[in-house]
């Protein structure tokens, strides 16, 4: 059991409540459903998508900041495990260079003899920006998978022209797309050439 997890199972045990009622509680703060089998994953060990954060700081009464400091601690753990997915996480190869702080911009230089910018294979990078605070604070490293289809709502790595923007996806045509992010405003990167998932992240 993670600290985390821990933490929700204990809010609900001095609660005394069913993990329906939990469910219904945190979706009054979060401002949609959140259903009760998501919130007994969340019990068993799954790592809340960070779109549940703020709402789940609030229900268990922890500082918005410790929050995201146990969740990256939460998803720091499963990088490390035994699993095939994750131990080909730990190996994954650095990319991207801070290129715009304030825009949380990213330069990807060529590799493969120049040939290739965007990554075709899982990767790190290094967090040096504060536009996903607290989600992502500067320091942390981060790995994304090009695999995982991205949906409404991920963290991701948007890649257009030798650069990739950091965010959370918010729409996108198949062209455009939009990223909002926690500490800064959103940004619309055009002519997208890849997205990318954030899977996991952890300090550094």
């Not at 059991?1 to 979060?30: C, F, G, H, P, W």
């Not at 003899?113 to 990554?119: F, T």
């Not at 062209?175 to 959103?186: E, F, G």
């Amino acid at each position: 059991m993670t600290k985390l997890s821990e933490a929700i199972s204990n809010r609900q045990k001095d609660l005394r409540i069913t993990d329906a009622v939990s469910a219904e509680q945190i979706s009054a703060l979060y401002g949609e459903q959140v259903k009760q089998q998501t919130f007994s994953t969340w019990k068993s060990g799954v790592v809340p998508r960070a779109k549940y954060w703020p709402a789940l700081a609030a229900w268990t009464g922890i500082p918005g900041e410790r929050f995201a400091e146990i969740a990256n601690e939460a998803m720091a753990a499963l990088a490390t495990s035994s699993t095939p997915y994750f131990v080909g996480m730990s190996k994954a190869a650095e990319h991207g260079k801070i290129a715009d702080r304030k825009d949380g911009k990213y330069r990807f230089e060529p590799y493969k003899m120049g040939r290739k910018r965007i990554p075709e294979g899982r990767y790190t990078m290094s967090i040096d920006t504060k536009v996903m605070e607290p989600v992502f604070h500067v320091g942390t490293q981060i790995w994304v998978d090009p695999a995982k289809p991205p949906a409404p709502g991920n963290e991701v790595v948007v890649h257009s022209g030798g650069f990739g923007w950091i965010g959370a996806l918010d729409t996108w045509d198949g062209k455009n797309a939009t990223l909002r992010r926690a500490n800064s405003d959103p940004v619309t990167v055009q002519n997208v050439e890849a997205i990318h998932v954030i899977v996991l992240s952890s300090r550094i």
